[in-house]
């Protein structure tokens, strides 16, 4: 199975300051076809998740142009561009690249400072 | 609009079985593959199973394979759970949510399942 390991697990951070979580995987997420099934999901306390990011980078609709994901191979990296206060929650990264077999990270909880 | 509508969670004692729904609508349904997934009580989340459109692929985390079964019934547009010999660890909100490899794009509100004795 491919392990996902986010980083950090806990994340302070200042109203309109920027902030980055990590998203390694076991295993390369490129896939035979090009496409990096890497995507991203936020969860606010007591809602459903939400896709944020899929494949890579990009961004689904209603999501703000301050989040922004990125990376390559097995280093993944979601940005905020200027954190605000409903940014608040848990992200998940999650790699579908080694489909049905679908792995999501632990999760890094962002709360405000 | 889409809506993804879970039902069926409840209180079970270990060893014993339950039969979650999910209805679909605002979409066709018998075009997307569909999941379970879970989220034990404070924890992450936990991809439990998966069926193709036409129902002819599923899958199954390990932790569950032999003891819970995913179905469809598309003309009802409905996605089912079947779980049994359930164990205290299965214990979890479980969602029903819509999409293949690049992340289920809908997601219902979740149906709480509570194994205890």
């Known amino acids: 199975d491919v392990v996902m390991t986010q980083s950090p697990l806990s994340l302070p951070v200042t109203l309109g300051q920027p902030a980055s979580i990590s998203c390694r995987s076991s295993q390369s997420l490129v896939y035979s076809d090009g496409n990096t099934y890497l995507n991203w999901f936020h969860q606010r306390p007591g809602q459903s998740p939400r896709r944020l990011i899929y494949?890579?980078?990009n961004r689904d609709s209603g999501v703000p142009d301050r989040f922004s994901g990125s990376g390559s191979g097995t280093y993944f990296t979601l940005k905020i561009s200027r954190v605000e206060a409903e940014d608040v929650g848990v992200y998940y990264c999650m790699q579908g690249t080694h489909w049905p077999q679908v792995t999501f990270g632990q999760g890094t909880k962002l709360e405000i400072k | 609009e889409v809506q993804l509508v879970e039902s069926g969670g409840g209180l079970v004692q270990p060893g014993g079985s339950l039969r979650l729904s999910c209805a679909a609508s605002?979409?066709?349904?018998?075009?997307?593959?569909m999941n379970w997934v879970r989220q034990a009580p404070g924890k992450g989340l936990e991809w439990v199973a998966t069926?193709?459109?036409?129902?002819?692929?599923?899958h199954h985390v390990d932790s569950v394979k032999g003891r819970f079964t995913i179905s469809r019934d598309n003309p009802k547009n409905s996605l089912y759970l079947q779980m049994s010999s359930l164990r205290v660890e299965d214990t979890a909100v479980y969602y029903c949510?819509?999409?293949?490899?690049?992340?289920?794009?809908?997601w219902g509100q979740g149906t709480l399942v509570t194994v205890s004795s």
């Open positions: 605002g979409f066709t349904f018998s075009s997307y593959w």
């Open positions: 494949k890579l980078s």
């Open positions: 069926i193709k459109q036409d129902g002819s692929e599923k």
């Open positions: 949510a819509r999409g293949g490899a690049s992340g289920s794009d809908y």
